[in-house]
Nanobody, 115 residues
Framework: QVQLVESGGGLVQPGGSLRLSCVASGSIFSFNAMGWFRQAPGKQRELVAHIISGRSTNYADSVKGRFTISRDNAKNTAYLQMNSLKPDDTAVYYC?????????WGQGTQVTVSS
């Protein structure tokens, strides 16, 4: 059973930066994809960014040019670098991983962008 643990959330002012980390309990080498979703109050969970087969990346239009996803197989960790944060980025951010047909989720980390 794969476990994903996120960290790095918090309160930041508009224009600030945060880096989220997602540590997997086992090797992520076999993961087809890893990524980040977010869910704001009263809204559906949405894709933020995904990295597929360790190479190809895709981003939501709302975060392109501001967020960068990466993964470090040696550390079993995926990252989401978030720059130029906006109040609309406020949400709970969830790490996601796919291994074959299995989907795994972390418990979520709160990101609040406010002055």
């Amino acid at each position: 059973q794969v476990q994903l643990v996120e960290s790095g959330g918090g309160l930041v002012q508009p224009g600030g930066s945060l880096r989220l980390s997602c540590v997997a309990s086992g090797s992520i080498f076999s993961f087809n994809a890893m990524g980040w979703f977010r869910q704001a109050p009263g809204k559906q969970r949405e894709l933020v960014a995904h990295i597929i087969s360790g190479r190809s990346t895709n981003y939501a239009d709302s975060v392109k040019g501001r967020f960068t996803i990466s993964r470090d197989n040696a550390k079993n960790t995926a990252y989401l670098q978030m720059n130029s944060l906006k109040p609309d980025d406020t949400a709970v951010y969830y790490c996601h991983a796919m291994q074959g047909l299995m989907n795994y989720w972390g418990q979520g980390t709160q990101v609040t962008v406010s002055s």
